[in-house]
T-cell receptor
Framework: DVKVTQSSRYLVKRTGEKVFLECVQD?????MFWYRQDPGLGLRLIYF???????EKGDIPEGYSVSREKKERFSLILESASTNQTSMYLC?????????????FGPGTRLTVL | GDSVTQMEGPVTLSEEAFLTINCTYT??????LFWYVQYPGEGLQLLLK?????DKGSNKGFEATYRKETTSFHLEKGSVQVSDSAVYFC?????????????FGTGTKLQVIP
């Protein structure tokens, strides 16, 4: 079974702090994704990566950056956390960019910024 | 751009009732269509998918048919169980996003009562 793990299930940070969210997948997938999930808005794509050191902006990249130094690991960075970044963050991976490919999700990190 | 519209929730049903969750989409070309399910406290997992017109995806008693003429992918189950209580997301992966991006609906919460 594909496993996608996220470093924390719950995280509480203060405004202005730098926050790192880590995601690891164990199936040699090319593509990795970061989403945020908010009530009434569904999932919104922040960034995705289709290869090591490659990244593409999603729909809401402002206030975030990402890093992919190794194929299995994709990090989301909040350079200076703000209260409007309080949300559930979901990481996902897929084998390739083929349209039929399934995305596999981690359990999520619920981030609260005070 | 691509978009997915699904019915507002929450949907509350009695056990063994028939379930329909409506999903319609807007996309260019021929997207792949997915239903994901999110159980409480977990990440999303694939429920079923269909990759071309008139395909029927099915899993765990759930079904959905890819209807290009009505741009719909409605989820159905003949007899729901309490264990089906979850949030259901309709999604598509299409050519306008290079097939790399997945567009999600806002989710429909299903509650099944004994």
């Amino acid at each position: 079974d594909v496993k996608v793990t996220q470093s924390s299930r719950y995280l509480v940070k203060r405004t202005g702090e730098k926050v790192f969210l880590e995601c690891v997948q164990d199936m040699d997938h090319e593509n990795m994704f970061w989403y945020r999930q908010d009530p009434g808005l569904g999932l919104r794509l922040i960034y995705f990566s289709y290869d090591v050191k490659m990244k593409e902006k999603g729909d809401i990249p402002e206030g975030y950056s990402v890093s992919r130094e190794k194929k299995e690991r994709f990090s989301l960075i909040l350079e200076s956390a703000s209260t409007n970044q309080t949300s559930m963050y979901l990481c996902a991976s897929s084998f390739s960019s083929a349209g039929t490919d399934t995305q596999y999700f981690g359990p999520g990190t619920r981030l609260t910024v005070l | 751009g691509d978009s997915v519209t699904q019915m507002e929730g929450p949907v509350t049903l009695s056990e063994e009732a028939f379930l329909t969750i409506n999903c319609t989409y807007t996309a260019t070309g021929y997207p792949s269509l997915f239903w994901y399910v999110q159980y409480p406290g977990e990440g999303l997992q694939l429920l079923l998918k269909a990759t071309k017109a008139d395909d029927k995806g099915s899993n765990k008693g759930f079904e959905a048919t890819y209807r290009k003429e009505t741009t719909s992918f409605h989820l159905e189950k003949g007899s729901v169980q309490v264990s089906d209580s979850a949030v259901y997301f309709c999604a598509l992966r299409g050519p306008s996003g290079g097939y790399q991006k997945v567009t999600f609906g806002t989710g429909t919460k299903l509650q099944v009562i004994p």
